[in-house]
């Protein structure tokens, strides 16, 4: 079986630092998702605004090739405990291929680009791409009785975000919500716990920088790009 990209996704994020570490967790971060040429017949998207969320199947592009072992030190985990490639979300994996969850915020079927959809909540590096759009089906994809095997051994409650004003308001105001959910999600791996050191990603043509101490992110720098 061969597969090729029908679409890519454009996100804020250039760089998978920074990135949330699942979809949903930061519900107000949009992107859009514009066709290859090949599919860009509005007829491919014919009743797709009926739904409400879509699963996108994506490849871990920025890792391809970087091969992959049975076993995997999950950051959230601490990076001490070994566990299953299987069992866990890592992108290095025998195929490089992602799963997620996102809103459908609207769907314009004619642009200069062909149709393009309107999303929220996606996980994904700025030019990821997209190799299948499914619609989500609550009464068959939600299992409210399942079991997280992750449930107690990670950090679940988000971090408090503390950015000063005169710093947040160098961010676009349509995108501020966004980043204040990013960072809450504690974008750096569960075993740094330097308070001092300063971390940093870029996100929609800003540096942002701060620091950790217990469950508090500051943010201590914004940089324009």
Known sequence: MQIEPIAHIHTDFPTKFGVP???????????TIVFAPAYRNPDCLR????????????????????GWSPTVLPPKL???TR???FATRSPFRPNPLGLSCVQLVKADLHTKDGPVLYVAGADLVDGTPVYDIKPY??????YP????????????????????????????EEKREGLRQALSCGPVP?????????????FAGFDVRFRIRERVLT??????L
């Open 21 to 31: 570490r699942q979809s949903g967790l930061a519900s107000e971060l949009t992107s």
């Open 47 to 66: 009743g797709i605004a009926d739904f409400s969320h879509l699963w996108l199947i994506w490849e871990f592009d920025k890792v391809a090739g970087a």
């Open 78 to 80: 601490g990076g001490k």
């Open 83 to 85: 566990v299953g490639v």
């Open 137 to 142: 089906l609550p009464y068959a994809d939600s």
């Open 145 to 172: 009785e399942a079991v997280d095997g992750f449930d107690g051994k990670r950090d679940a409650e988000p971090l408090t975000v503390v950015f000063p004003p005169e710093l947040e308001a160098m961010i676009p």
């Open 190 to 202: 569960g075993y740094q716990h330097d308070p001092e050191r300063r971390y940093g990603f870029n």
């Open 219 to 224: 943010v201590v720098e914004i940089v324009r």
